[in-house]
């Protein structure tokens, strides 16, 4: 009877009336893993008892929380998914019997790569399972099972990956292997390449250049190749000669290297790109990308920065246990990686998600997939419950000792999820493109502010504010702001370098070497002190562009930074990163003693000093191109709309991340310059960086009636009209009035302005004015400033984060981390106590405060 319950469940659960295949194009019979499936992310079944498949939303539970699922839905019939792992039958001569097609394996899923194929094999198990007696049926069971229920179980197991649905573009290890590759003609011609000094034989280019892997010629690509300039030359080249492919210089890595094909006009795979490499004397197991040349063993500059960081020259000891556990790279995500071990070394963060881990999961929406909080607590008890980093039972050391392999254990857990959704609509952090960490780390802080449950925000701990002092050079009036911030900026004070005679030497040596096309001498770096770069950052900078309330004309300006609030954690950025000629990202390659203990109170701000002479309070006009009127005419957008992008522009500018929301939400999603305009007008209000709360948002037929000209009880504008109307400069006072007279409508009141140049304020309606703000003082309270945990300026060095590459669009991140009294080093997947952790080339510092 129980059995009969339900499966009828599952037939009037609507999900059947899809039909057939139709099940899979409808809802997708998508294994989407919740909590605590995290190989599942990626493919494996590493949780102990597999999966359990809910029939009715097809979300994947591992067995520890599939009771948790059943008790919040009633849902009661369940598909119990497991991958078993044997070792292979032994032959009569000892080795394994012969390769064959395992009929067993049916689930669209990774294999371990750890495991070797030739020794181990792979068996799948699925069947149906009702709750809450754990009544089991077998798989496939077409006799006993309606057809219908039939039907709906092929759907879920043939299946494929959602990862393997993503778009071709985003992941690229979906390239298509070149049909030239196996088969590629290598001319005998005695051509060695160098590993730098390139330079195109047809034009003098030395950038963008293509090997050609039949004939190993060198010449330039096109402009679309890489969004760089070029001539054309070695399609030219394919054209005369008809040999398809070419590598492009300065991407081989150890990994791969970009291979592009002519015939096939498209890049692609060579799978034995290290063999058609070595014709032209390329060891492409020695080489590591960079910008302008290869690096082999004789030449160390790149090299050089990869093993220190990494600390590759020792043998480490590999971690294991509760924080240990490393995150696997889905192809250029070490930036997340870095990030998010960071983050979750700090107690704040791991009471918020791991300590609330039940309330969360108890509570989590229906589709958990799709919640901040629930891929935020699941990757944190992914990373600090030990589960999943266990060493190697004495047993298998043994036998792989026995056996002379060097298996890794250490597996880590895969965030394919949590990437996916937290990158979720963002153009980079969603492609499989190299990010920049300090960029990663704000649209974090971002999201962590927007979906913070209750009172209880862990980003409280990074937020601080900062106090600007903008003096006018002519007149000595001064004026004193603050903004919000996350992080600490440190510039790079290169002319502070003490070893600056080996720089110039270095130099000379080098132009040397590339102009007779000689290795490249070993790299000199700058050795900068960091008080050096931290005077560098309190000292006074020139304000392009300032306008002087006083002169009302623009004039010479003075802007220097101090801190109104010490964060109880402190994240200090090297600006190492900066653009060249050519806009192309650049790097500066410098060794700076960032300290272990450091002490900024020195750096607290002040206030208005006796003698100081404040600015007049008058906003800059502002400049309204002629289309504006016209764009501003489109209703004002959800705020779930808001464009991300512009907001991530203006919050790298150093705006505090909630004024730039509401700014680019107040300005219609007009781009980021009208967003920064509003962001001036606004900046000296009180709730400048309170969060954005839009009053009486019930929806578009509400909004839209508010916005063009329904007429409230008291004939009180909407804010966010009046908002809008005094981003372009015009008075508060004015645009009220304005809105009034024509009913609230934006473009009637746009025109009223216009045609009332000679405006002054009615004397009746200033009182009135004044009435309302007064009688509102009762009902609303005022509004309560950022919150910020100040204290004492002094910190400990406890994280940080290095990148290794000449760019943040290339290259690698590792993370270090203090831990019980000793530095860890967290390489992606790998765990390892640190022997030598390169503080000096860090490009992300986190300090903790000191107790005073």
């Not at 899979?24 to 008892?49: I, K, N, T, W």
């Not at 300006?557 to 109880?568: D, H, L, T």
Request: aromatic share 10%; hydrophobic share 35%; net charge negative.
């Amino acid at each position: 009877m129980l059995v009969f319950q339900g499966l009828q469940c599952l037939r009037d659960a609507n999900l059947l009336c899809r039909g057939g295949v139709a099940v899979v194009g409808g809802c997708g019979a998508v294994l989407r893993v919740v909590p605590h499936m995290y190989q599942s992310d990626g493919g494996l079944f590493s949780s102990e008892g597999g999966l359990y498949v809910c029939m009715n939303t097809f979300l994947a539970f591992g067995r520890e929380h599939v009771e948790r699922h059943f008790r919040k839905t009633g849902q009661s019939v369940y598909m119990h998914l497991k991958r078993h792992v044997r070792e292979k039958v032994r032959g009569a001569s000892g080795g394994a019997l012969p390769k064959r097609r395992n009929s067993k394996i049916f689930l669209d899923l990774d294999t371990d790569d750890d495991l070797n194929s030739d020794d181990y094999e792979y068996e799948d198990e699925a069947k149906l399972v009702i709750f809450p007696d754990h009544y089991e049926i077998a798989l496939p069971n077409i006799e006993e099972l309606p057809a219908l229920v039939t039907i709906a179980c092929d759907a879920v197991l043939s299946s494929k990956s959602p990862y393997r649905k993503q778009d071709p573009d985003t992941w690229e290890n979906e390239l298509p292997v070149s049909k030239y590759a196996n088969n590629l003609a290598q001319l005998d011609n005695g051509v060695r390449i160098p590993p730098s000094g390139w330079k195109c034989a047809r034009c003098d280019l030395r950038e963008n250049l293509w090997l050609n892997l039949t004939d190993g010629s060198v010449l330039c690509g096109k402009w679309f190749f890489d969004s760089s300039g070029g001539n054309g030359h070695a399609l030219e080249h394919y054209k005369d000669m008809g040999y398809p492919l070419a590598v492009k210089l300065g991407t081989i890595t150890p990994d791969g290297a970009d291979v592009y094909s002519f015939q096939e006009e498209e890049p692609v795979l060579d799978p034995h790109l290290a063999k058609h490499l070595a014709h032209f004397g390329i060891d492409m197991l020695d080489m590591h990308g960079t910008e302008n040349g290869l690096r082999d063993n004789d030449v160390k500059p790149r090299v050089s920065e990869w093993e220190v960081i990494q600390e590759s020259g020792t043998k480490l000891k590999p971690m294991y246990g509760p924080g240990y556990t490393g995150l696997k790279n889905l192809g250029n995500s070490c930036y997340l990686s870095s990030v998010m071990q960071a983050i979750f070394s700090i107690p704040e963060f791991q009471r918020a998600y791991v300590g609330n881990l039940p309330r969360i999961f108890d509570y989590s929406p229906l589709d958990p997939t799709q919640d901040f909080n629930t891929q935020m607590t699941k990757l944190g008890h992914g990373l600090l419950s030990g589960q999943y980093s266990k060493p190697p039972v004495k047993s298998e050391l043994i036998e792989q000792v026995m056996k002379e392999e060097h298996k890794p254990q250490q597996n880590g857990i895969s965030p394919r999820m949590f990437k996916a959704f937290v990158s979720k609509s963002h153009p980079e952090f969603s492609s499989n493109r190299q990010q920049d960490a300090q960029e990663f780390f704000l649209h974090l802080v971002n999201l962590v502010e927007r979906n913070h449950i209750g009172s209880e925000n862990p980003s409280d701990v990074f937020r601080f504010l900062v106090e600007e002092r903008i003096q006018c050079c002519q007149t000595r009036k001064v004026r004193y702001t603050e903004r919000v911030d996350y992080l600490m900026q440190l510039p790079v004070a290169l002319e502070a370098a003490t070893n600056k005679d080996e720089l110039i030497a270095y130099e000379l040596t080098r132009r040397e070497a590339e102009a007779n096309r000689r290795p490249l001498p070993e790299l000199v770096r700058a050795r900068i002190p960091f008080s050096a770069c931290l005077q560098a950052f309190s000292e006074p900078e020139n304000v392009d562009d300032f306008w002087s309330s006083a002169l009302q004309a623009k004039s010479a300006g003075v802007k220097a930074s101090r801190f109104a609030s010490f964060p109880e954690y402190l994240v200090v950025q090297i600006k190492k990163f900066t653009f060249g000629l050519d806009w192309v990202p650049k790097k500066f390659d410098v060794s700076i003693d960032m300290p272990d203990l450091l002490d900024i109170n020195h750096l607290r701000a002040r206030g208005l000093q006796p003698g100081e002479e404040e600015l007049p309070d008058i906003s800059p006009p502002i400049v309204i191109p002629d289309d504006s009127k016209g764009r501003l005419m489109n209703q004002l957008i959800d705020p779930s709309d808001i464009d991300e992008s512009s907001v991530m522009q203006l919050a790298e500018m150093g705006f505090p991340l909630e004024a730039c929301r509401k700014a680019v939400y107040f300005t219609g999603n007009m781009g980021a310059e009208v967003a920064f305009n509003w962001i001036i007008v606004h900046m000296e209000e009180p709730d400048f960086a309170e969060p954005l709360t839009v009053s009486g948002y019930g929806g578009a037929a509400s909004a839209g009636a508010s916005i063009f000209g329904a007429t409230g009880l008291d004939n009180q504008p909407p804010e966010e009209i009046v908002a809008i109307i005094t981003s372009m400069g015009f008075q508060r006072t004015q645009a009220i009035q304005a809105l009034r007279a024509t009913n609230n409508n934006l473009e009637r009141a746009l025109d009223w302005i216009f045609s009332h140049p000679e405006f002054e304020e009615d004397g009746d309606f200033v009182i009135e004015m004044e009435n309302n703000a007064n009688a509102n003082i009762v009902s609303e309270a005022k509004p309560e400033g950022p919150r910020v945990k100040d204290g004492c300026g002094r910190y400990e060095l406890f994280a940080f984060i290095s990148h290794m590459g000449t760019s943040t669009m290339s290259g690698h991140y590792v993370c270090h981390i203090k831990k019980e009294g000793r530095w860890v080093i967290y390489n992606d997947h790998k765990v390892c106590a640190s022997e030598r952790p390169p503080k000096d080339l860090g490009y992300l510092y986190f300090y903790r405060r000191r107790p005073s």
